[in-house]
């Protein structure tokens, strides 16, 4: 059983930086693809950023690209979210969760993970 704590959630002007970081504990952690996803109040459960195991490929929402980075540091089992330039519209909980997976393509999907983290808030004012 795979546990993960997120942190470095807040409340930040537009325009502004994060940096979101989760902690894996009870698996092994090079062995497991890794998301980030977020839900803003009233809405689905929306993809934001993947990595694989190995870190060698990542993916990105549209509405993300060019202004998050998800990246991972095996040795600290941990997978970040830098996020830059932050806009109103990225308010919302994130939550990082992992799938047992040595597979070398990026994971987009809700269904496709196992173990999810309870999330952080964040909040974007304009």
């Known amino acids: 059983q795979v546990q993960l704590v997120e942190s470095g959630g807040g409340l930040v002007q537009a325009g502004g930086s994060l940096r979101l970081s989760c902690a894996a504990s009870?698996?092994?952690?090079?062995?497991?693809?890794m998301g980030w996803f977020r839900q803003a109040p009233g809405k689905e459960r929306e993809f934001v950023a993947a990595?694989?195991?190995?870190?060698?490929?990542?993916g990105y929402a549209d509405s993300v690209k060019g202004r998050y980075t998800i990246s991972r540091d095996n040795a600290k089992n941990t997978v970040y979210l830098q996020m830059n330039s932050l806009k109103p519209e990225d308010t919302a909980v994130y939550s990082c969760?992992?799938?047992?997976?040595?597979?070398?393509?990026?994971?987009?999907?809700?269904?496709?993970?196992?173990?999810w983290g309870k999330g952080t808030q964040v909040t974007v004012s304009s």
């Open positions: 990595i694989t195991s190995n870190g060698g490929s990542t």
């Open positions: 969760a992992a799938k047992f997976s040595v597979m070398r393509y990026v994971r987009r999907s809700v269904g496709e993970y196992d173990y």
């Open positions: 009870g698996g092994t952690f090079y062995n497991y693809a």
